[in-house]
């Protein structure tokens, strides 16, 4: 009746079993398919060879719940599996979050970068973002402005906004100055290492990514 599952770890019980990133992509890895590209599928930016799992490997991993399922259970509960082009910041952005599409995906990304409410300073950062990009497309600043994260934020904000409301659906539909900040912030993020994570958790006014267990494990609620 399990099909062609393997067992795993029988002495841990039903449940119990606690989560272990690398096994667990290890254990699924046959159940995703590649998609093809080289653009992140959310918001554009170049992908650099990263990819997001569809759906998150940790959703497979509680949809086993320490027990068996088959490729068809699986496929059965969440229709293909794909391993999409996907950027850093938006995978740091999308954590384990499930989501019913891309634009539910982007609607939880682009909740990291929005005005935060609590802060009323916080709605001057994304302003000032957004005078720094015209001063740019105007030349009277260079490339030094990616290093402010209100910039990024904006940059994230036109592009995942812009998909989610169907302005475009591709990179290629794009506005012209979009495009270039896009690429320019692409460049400047590549140069050190590390340097997205970074500039994800900055944009999001985060310490740590570490902090957020919800974000890891239990997204939001989704399992609630
Ligand atoms: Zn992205």
Redesign the pocket.
Known sequence: MFGQSVPVNRPLERGKRNYNRREAEERFAHVFEPVAGDR?I????PSEGKVDHQPPVYVLHRFANGGLVTKRDIQRQFGQCKLVP??T??NMGLGAYHGADDNERRREIVGWFLEDDRFPDDKFVLHMGDRLIEQRAEGKRGTEIYAFPGVGRSIYIHTLVGFIEGDFDHFDGFPGWLRLVQLELAEWLRVEPGRKAQYFLDMARLESYKLLPHARSDPRGQFE
């Not at 959310?42 to 930016?45: I, N, T």
């Open positions: 992140c959310y918001c554009g930016m996907c950027c910041i938006c």
